[in-house]
């Protein structure tokens, strides 16, 4: 099976790459999009992570790369829920679009992988995107790999973002060591 990996982190897509390549019925390609990373110094320390993950695992990725400020800035200044369900299903959309286009047989998330994400949402828009565009969803419940993602994040030096990525979940973040940004 091709199989797409979409992912928007290096700490959330490293482990499920370890997994995943290490199965002779998977070739693997990936994708990496999130047009809610903000500020774009944020976004450039995230998508570098990924192109060190790409040369580490000798992985094709995709990079797609997309500014959407003014649209959540915009359109979803409102509701969490309401901000994160848009997130999600704009790029559940665009990774079966992606892994339509690359000729893959399914496209999965690491998105999953994470313990802070609305999990069952994520399955059913990425399974309805599937089905949109006549492709696979591949899911696995990834979150037992979220610590090892994080230590072989750590051990290869790539960088551990402190928020989700979108302006609003930096406003609500209290991590004690997220960076200090101005936005716009």
């Given at each position: 099976m091709?199989?797409?990996?979409?992912?928007?982190?290096?700490?959330?897509?490293?482990?499920?790459?370890?997994?995943?390549?290490?199965?002779?019925?998977?070739t693997?390609?990936?994708?990496?999009?999130?047009?809610n990373?903000?500020?774009?110094?944020?976004?450039?320390?995230?998508?570098?992570?990924?192109?060190?993950?790409?040369?580490?695992?000798?992985?094709?990725?995709?990079?797609?790369?997309?500014?959407?400020l003014a649209?959540?800035?915009?359109?979803?200044n409102g509701?969490?829920?309401?901000?994160?369900n848009?997130?999600?299903?704009?790029?559940?959309?665009?990774?079966?679009?992606?892994?339509l286009?690359?000729?893959?047989?399914?496209?999965?998330?690491s998105?999953?992988?994470?313990?802070?994400?609305?999990?069952?949402?994520?399955r059913?828009?990425?399974?309805?995107?599937?089905?949109?565009?006549?492709?696979?969803?591949?899911y696995?419940d990834?979150?037992d790999?979220y610590r090892?993602?994080?230590?072989l994040?750590?051990?290869?030096?790539?960088?551990?973002?402190?928020?989700?990525?979108?302006?609003y979940?930096?406003?609500?973040?209290d991590?004690?060591?997220?960076?200090?940004?101005?936005?716009?």
């Open positions: 091709k199989l797409m990996l979409h992912m928007c982190c290096a700490p959330c897509a490293v482990a499920i790459v370890d997994k995943l390549q290490k199965q002779p019925d998977i693997l390609d990936g994708f990496f999009y999130n047009p990373i903000h500020p774009t110094e944020e976004y450039e320390k995230r998508r570098a992570a990924v192109v060190s993950l790409s040369q580490a695992y000798e992985m094709p990725i995709a990079f797609e790369d997309e500014n959407g649209f959540w800035q915009k359109k979803l509701e969490k829920d309401v901000r994160c848009t997130c999600y299903a704009i790029r559940m959309d665009k990774a079966a679009q992606k892994a286009e690359k000729g893959c047989d399914a496209f999965t998330t998105l999953l992988i994470s313990p802070y994400q609305n999990h069952e949402l994520i059913a828009l990425g399974e309805k995107a599937a089905a949109k565009y006549g492709i696979g969803f591949y696995e990834f979150r790999l090892k993602g994080r230590e994040s750590r051990a290869k030096g790539w960088y551990m973002q402190k928020y989700c990525g979108c302006a979940s930096y406003t609500e973040s991590h004690p060591k997220k960076p200090i940004y101005l936005f716009e």
